[in-house]
Nanobody, 119 residues
Framework: QVQLVESGGGLVQAGGSLRLSCAAS????????MAWYRQAPGKQRELVAA???????TYADSVKGRFTISRDNPKNTVYLQMNDLKPEDTAVYYC?????????????WGQGTQVTVSS
């Protein structure tokens, strides 16, 4: 069984910073792409940033230049450094990872962590 456990969310003023972490645990053979998604009230879940096992990164246009995704492969952990936060960044942030266990590669999701940015 695989678990993704997120941490680091909270309340911050506009212009501030937060760092999210997501650690994968369980019977993991390998992890391919790891990513962060977010979902604001009344909106669809959207991709924020993704990183491959070779550390190639992708960002949503709305966060380019402000957010940085990184990962520590030996620790099975992905991070999201969020700087210059804006009220429109307020959302529940979800960790996602493509993980191979005894079963074929499939997506796993964390439980979500709330990020609230006040103006």
């Amino acid at each position: 069984q695989v678990q993704l456990v997120e941490s680091g969310g909270g309340l911050v003023q506009a212009g501030g910073s937060l760092r999210l972490s997501c650690a994968a645990s369980g019977s993991i053979f390998s992890i391919n792409t790891m990513a962060w998604y977010r979902q604001a009230p009344g909106k669809q879940r959207e991709l924020v940033a993704a990183i491959t096992s070779e550390h190639t990164t992708t960002y949503a246009d709305s966060v380019k230049g402000r957010f940085t995704i990184s990962r520590d492969n030996p620790k099975n952990t992905v991070y999201l450094q969020m700087n210059d936060l804006k009220p429109e960044d307020t959302a529940v942030y979800y960790c996602n990872a493509a993980i191979r266990t005894w079963y074929p590669l499939r997506d796993y999701w964390g439980q979500g962590t709330q990020v609230t940015v006040s103006s």
